[in-house]
Nanobody, 115 residues
């Protein structure tokens, strides 16, 4: 059973930054494509960014230029550097496989951008 453990969320003012981490318990991390997703209150979970096994990065338009996804295969961890945060980025952030065929979701990490 794969586990995703997200961390790094918090409270931040608009324009601020946060770095999220997701540790993945799988022996095959280096050959898997990883993604960050988020779910705001009352909304469906949506894709934020993905990084494949060749380190190619993919971003949705709403975060392109502000967020950066990266991975450390030795640590089996995927990161999301979030800059220039906006109130509409407020959500619970999750990681999972990219872009689909998900395993069970972790607890996520709450990001709140308040003005």
């Amino acid at each position: 059973q794969v586990q995703f453990v997200e961390s790094g969320g918090g409270l931040v003012q608009p324009g601020g930054s946060l770095r999220l981490s997701c540790a993945v318990s799988t022996a095959a991390f280096d050959i898997r494509d990883m993604g960050w997703f988020r779910q705001a209150p009352g909304k469906q979970r949506e894709l934020v960014a993905g990084i494949d096994r060749r380190y190619s990065e993919h971003y949705t338009e709403i975060v392109k230029g502000r967020f950066t996804i990266s991975r450390d295969n030795a640590k089996k961890t995927v990161y999301l550097q979030m800059n220039s945060l906006k109130p509409e980025d407020t959500a619970v952030y999750y990681c999972n496989w990219f872009p689909d065929n998900f395993d069970s979701w972790g607890q996520g990490t709450q990001v709140t951008v308040f003005s």
